[in-house]
């Protein structure tokens, strides 16, 4: 201990050590929370159309609208390791083609400090509910769930459901007004 | 004797290398095996998927069979003909009964999906394409390599001083 150099290099490995246990304290801390809170969804409109794909493969594909209400209080979310949440919205159901679907309609990113709170009215979706063929009409069965992707300081990034989702018939009919 | 004395620290020292980078390869190998990913840890190289993850963030990845594919998950994947792979998030999944998945990503921090960066013609992703799913992350570790990467003449510094650094040490 009696040069800089070897001073400078105890500091360091040790600055690093100390580094290190803060993080797996960060991690082994909040490794098991469970991170789930009530959500309530409410649709208002649904609304359906036939037409070519023009997100991706040009097939005529059934495309659903859904306009909705979503509120949930996320504070509860949040602790000392969480540095975002990615909120997303999404829809499940299942077609004669396809055993499983899944489209994510909207999403969010809330950041730590700012508000946790959700409140939105009338939210139309961010992304075009393209289905793979024509599986949508008359589906009696469309789960919409909102989930959450916790980012942590350092540790698991754990998916999570919020508990409430709603489900939703579609129409047997297509419509063809300009509106939305 | 003092020759003798040299050589058998020499082949100790060599062996002493040897042994550490047998451990090294040995561990990689049993967490590949582990998590079912050809690359269980990789670092975050563009900034596609900020806020969450920035350049030199380090993720731990998994791609067991029996964890299927949804929609909300972080993939790393390799677009077919291109080596490197790419940190982003399922936006749509359509699985068929038998297992069959097709699905489309999208960088959190991008406007658009990926389809723009999938092959020509192509317009789904599936399972051969995927590297693992992040399920654990420490943030700033891999700066390291991606300083590596940019600046050889750094990488070639820090190799040279580790070997100096293994050669002179005596234990």
């Known amino acids: 201990m ?3 150099l070897s001073r400078a290099n105890s500091l360091f490995a040790f600055s690093l050590s100390v580094m290190a246990a803060l993080t797996f304290g960060c991690f082994v801390t909040t490794a098991f929370k469970d991170r789930r809170v009530p959500v309530d ?5 649904v609304m359906l159309k036939n037409v070519d794909d023009f997100t991706g493969p040009r097939e005529r594909s059934d495309l659903g609208f859904v306009t909705f209400d979503l509120s949930a209080d996320l504070q509860p979310v949040f602790d000392w390791n969480v540095k975002q949440l990615f909120i997303y919205l999404s829809a499940e159901y299942t077609t004669r083609s396809n055993a499983l679907n899944q489209v994510v309609l909207w999403d969010k990113i809330v ?18 509910f393209f289905d793979d063929g024509n599986g949508l009409r008359a589906n009696k069965n469309i789960t919409l769930t909102l989930s959450w992707n916790v980012v942590p300081n350092a540790g698991i990034l754990p998916l999570v459901a919020g508990s409430g989702h709603v489900s939703l018939p579609f129409p047997d009919m297509y419509e063809s007004t300009k509106s939305y | ?36 990913s050809e690359s269980p840890i990789v670092v975050v190289l563009s900034g596609s998927m900020e806020p969450a993850f920035h350049r ?25 003909g291109r080596e490197i792979p790419i940190v982003h998030r399922v936006l749509k999944i359509h699985e068929k009964e038998n297992g069959d998945i097709k699905f489309l990503t999208k960088g959190d921090n991008n406007a658009v999906d990926d389809r723009g960066l999938y092959k020509q013609g192509q317009h789904w992703l599936e399972k051969k394409d995927v590297v693992g799913r992040a399920r654990g992350f420490v943030p700033y570790i891999g700066i390291v390599t991606i300083l590596m990467n940019d600046y050889p003449k750094f990488k070639y510094a820090v190799l040279f001083m580790l070997g100096l650094f293994v050669l002179v040490h005596r234990e």
Not at chain 1, 41 to 45: A, E, F, G, T
């Open chain 1, 41 to 45: 969804i409410h649709v208002s409109r």
């Open chain 2, 56 to 80: 030199g963030d380090l993720l731990f990845l998994t791609n067991r069979v029996e964890d299927p594919i949804r929609v909300g998950e972080i993939v790393v994947f390799r677009i077919e």
């Open chain 1, 2 to 4: 009696n040069t800089v």
């Open chain 2, 1 to 36: 004797m003092q020759c003798c004395a040299f050589v058998l620290q020499l082949y100790y020292q060599v062996l002493n290398f040897g042994m550490i980078v047998s451990s090294a390869l040995m561990i990689w190998k049993g967490l590949m095996v582990v998590t079912g």
């Open chain 1, 111 to 128: 950041l730590r400090g700012e508000s946790t709170k959700l409140n939105l009215r009338d939210m139309k979706s961010k992304y075009f």
